[in-house]
């Protein structure tokens, strides 16, 4: 009997002490912010440990908002909230926050690892976000703002030793963004980004470090993005693909025509992105549209001198259906269909050269076909270009086939065959309105009532 009147006392006692623990767990709360926290409504269950607060609002030093809330949920047991160590809050589930974060965090308080003598008041072990909303502000620029975020961080308390996961989905970039992350080793951690139809040249505009000084501006594009980041010490790297859709790039010159695709396939595996070094297994276009005749954009020149620098190991690159204008002696030459590839000859070497192929039409009916090697740095070319029913410049080569220029440009391509015209081989001459002529044959005129 003396002990069931114990037990009833001392529930008495904790539930008549019930009303004293919200304002004491409010004070260690509003530590949290520099400005300080304000809840609108508070309840403490002590049996279940069960924490609600409603209407939450933080505030920097200025008394600006950065932290809102319509609910918040959590675990707290009661051990914890009468004791001197810093509360650990289990189970954390947030409704519809919004949080401003400035160029150094406001909340930096809030611990997510062990905590220490010098440790942070709260603790966060597992937290779920519904219908949130994170706002970057970047000074002198626009604010990112990432909308319907929803996500799961599960042992958040094991962050500090780089072995815990979390899952994110938001919407950003006009598209839906899922991100994930995970360790992968006692060092190292993991995180996988997917988006579809993501708005590409609003987040160029956003993070302008990605392009920095290469002269060319992206306009207009939707990207699909399938990559992973591994983060181990202070390396970052990164694996996976991007393609970008109904792509649009200016160039800096003032004249020069907007380079646009249907299509930008990027492939990257292990790319450091601090150091700018890695393998590009795939960069492909897809039916470009790009006019030269005007002169090289800067941005195109230091592309190829990139590509073929010692940082990049290229192992694939494909054009699809292009068309590309050049410059002509009289008027520009346009090739249309243009099919070109370079694929890495062989893995025997972060040097290897490629094999190049290119097919392309010219005029009415001409086509010109290249096979051949190209060295590694782009600087020398070996094999064959053959000209079909082509006509530069008046001059007509049926079939004819000259050696690959060791400068395999397209200007040095169309280059050496007119040159061979102007030097009056056995393959080609001029050809006036009523000439017919054979493959490897020159035309004669036709004599009248002969067809």
């Not at 590839?341 to 097919?359: D, Y």
Request: with cysteine.
């Amino acid at each position: 009997m003396k002990a069931l009147v114990a037990a009833v006392a001392f529930a008495a006692a904790l539930v008549g002490g019930a009303g004293a623990l919200p304002l004491l767990l409010e004070a260690r709360l509003a530590a949290l912010a520099p400005g300080g926290l304000a809840v609108a409504g508070i309840h403490y269950n002590p049996f279940s440990g069960r924490l609600t607060l409603r209407a939450v609002s933080a505030r920097d030093e200025a008394g600006r908002e950065i932290f809102r809330a319509d609910e918040v949920e959590a675990t707290a047991p009661l051990r914890e909230l009468l004791g001197a160590a810093p509360l650990t809050l289990q189970r954390v589930r947030v409704v519809a926050p919004r949080l401003v974060v400035a160029q150094a965090p406001a909340l930096t308080l809030i611990g997510l690892g062990a905590a220490g003598p010098a440790g942070p008041p709260v603790i966060i072990d597992g937290i779920v976000v519904s219908h949130g909303a994170l706002v970057l502000e970047e000074p002198g620029g626009r604010a990112l703002v990432a909308r319907d975020l929803t996500a799961r961080l599960d042992r958040l308390a094991a962050f500090g030793d780089g072995d815990a996961a979390f899952a994110v989905q938001t919407a950003l970039y006009g598209t839906n963004v899922w991100i994930t992350g995970q360790p992968v080793g006692r060092r190292a951690y993991a995180l996988r980004v997917r988006a579809d139809r993501l708005d590409a040249a609003a987040f160029l505009e956003d993070f302008p470090r990605a392009l920095g000084a290469a002269g060319v501006r992206l306009a207009e594009g939707r990207a699909d993005v399938d990559a992973t980041l591994v983060f181990a010490g202070s390396r970052v790297l990164a694996s996976g693909q991007v393609r970008i859709e109904r792509l649009v790039a200016r160039f800096a010159e003032p004249r020069s025509a907007p380079l646009t695709a249907a299509a930008l396939v990027l492939a990257v595996d292990r790319w450091d992105l601090a150091a700018g070094v890695g393998r590009i297994s795939r960069l492909e276009l897809q039916r470009p549209v790009l006019t030269l005749d005007r002169g090289t954009p800067a941005a195109i020149t230091s592309l190829v001198e990139w590509l073929a620098g010692p940082d990049v190991m290229l192992r694939r690159l494909r054009i699809v259906d292009g068309t590309m204008r050049l410059p002509g002696a009289e008027r520009p030459i346009t090739l249309r269909g243009l099919t070109l590839g370079l694929q890495s000859a062989a893995e025997t070497g972060p040097r290897a050269g490629f094999v190049l192929t290119a097919r392309a039409g010219l005029g009415p009916e001409g086509r010109l076909t290249l096979d051949g090697a190209l060295s590694r740095n782009f600087r020398r070319a070996e094999g064959a270009v053959r000209a079909i029913g082509v006509t530069l410049d008046g001059c007509g080569l049926e079939d004819t086939s000259v050696p690959l220029p060791v400068e395999a440009s397209p200007g040095a391509v169309l280059a050496a065959l007119a040159a061979v015209c102007n030097a009056g081989g056995p393959e080609m001459a001029p050809r006036p309105p009523n000439v017919r002529g054979t493959a490897g044959n020159p035309g004669r005129p036709s004599e009248p009532g002969h067809s």
